[in-house]
Antibody
Framework: EVQLVESGGALVQPGGSLRLSCAVSGFTVSGDYMSWVRQAPGKGLEWVSA???????YYADSVQGRFIISRHNSNNTLYLQMNSLRTEDTAVYYC?????????????WGQGTMVTVSS | IQMTQSPSSLSASVGDRVTITCRASQGIRKSLAWYQQKPGKVPKFLIY???TLHPGVPSRFSGSGSGTDFTLTISSLQPEDVATYYCQSYDTVRTFGRGTNVQI
């Protein structure tokens, strides 16, 4: 069964760090394009970061220089290292697979993990 | 690229034809997807390539457009269609519209 399961969300103070994980089953994280998408409370969806099958990485301007996307092939897991967190980073973070037949659209989503940045 | 959705919300009756518009600030060819998100739930993939229905999506949903102007149409609104709908461009950057809340 194709499934994405996020973990790692927590309450963290401004300026702090957090690492999110996304356990992938049913396909290989290294063979597909993967992204993180977030949704602030009561707001819309915002793409955060992507990692391609060739390992190249991309970031939204709002997180460039603070967040790092990576993957671990042996345990088939996607990660998002979040540093220098700000209150505006508060959101549910989803990992999502990019649709292999039309890359850039997201066909599989995890259930999300909540990150709250507050003092 | 900015994606502008309209309206931001709408209310319609069961059986009505509903149309949501999405406009891109520059041409994105047909690199547009639509998602449905019910309250408290994960977004669901509906349409890609502006007009191709993802398998399992009811045929009352359809998409059209190319370049800068796109539409999502629900031909006969059902109670289970109450949700927020998002468009998303992916021609160069991945950008979502702000969403359209559909109510009965």
């Amino acid at each position: 069964e194709v499934q994405l399961v996020e973990s790692g969300g927590a309450l963290v103070q401004p300026g702090g760090s957090l690492r999110l994980s996304c356990a992938v089953s049913g396909f290989t994280v290294s063979g597909d394009y993967m992204s993180w998408v977030r949704q602030a409370p009561g707001k819309g969806l915002e793409w955060v970061s992507a990692i391609y099958s060739d390992g190249s990485t991309y970031y939204a301007d709002s997180v460039q220089g603070r967040f790092i996307i990576s993957r671990h092939n042996s345990n088939n897991t996607l990660y998002l290292q979040m540093n220098s967190l700000r209150t505006e980073d508060t959101a549910v973070y989803y990992c999502a697979r990019e649709f292999p037949w039309d890359l850039g659209a997201f066909d599989i989503w995890g259930q999300g993990t909540m990150v709250t940045v507050s003092s | 690229i900015q994606m502008t959705q309209s309206p931001s919300s709408l209310s319609a009756s069961v059986g009505d034809r509903v149309t949501i518009t999405c406009r891109a600030s520059q041409g994105i060819r047909k690199s547009l997807a639509w998602y449905q998100q019910k309250p408290g739930k994960v977004p669901k993939f509906l349409i890609y390539g502006a007009s191709t229905l993802h398998p399992g999506v009811p045929s009352r949903f359809s998409g059209s457009g190319s370049g800068t102007d796109f539409t999502l149409t629900i031909s006969s609104l059902q109670p289970e269609d109450v949700a927020t709908y998002y468009c998303q461009s992916y021609d160069t950057v991945r950008t979502f519209g702000r969403g359209t809340n559909v109510q009965i």
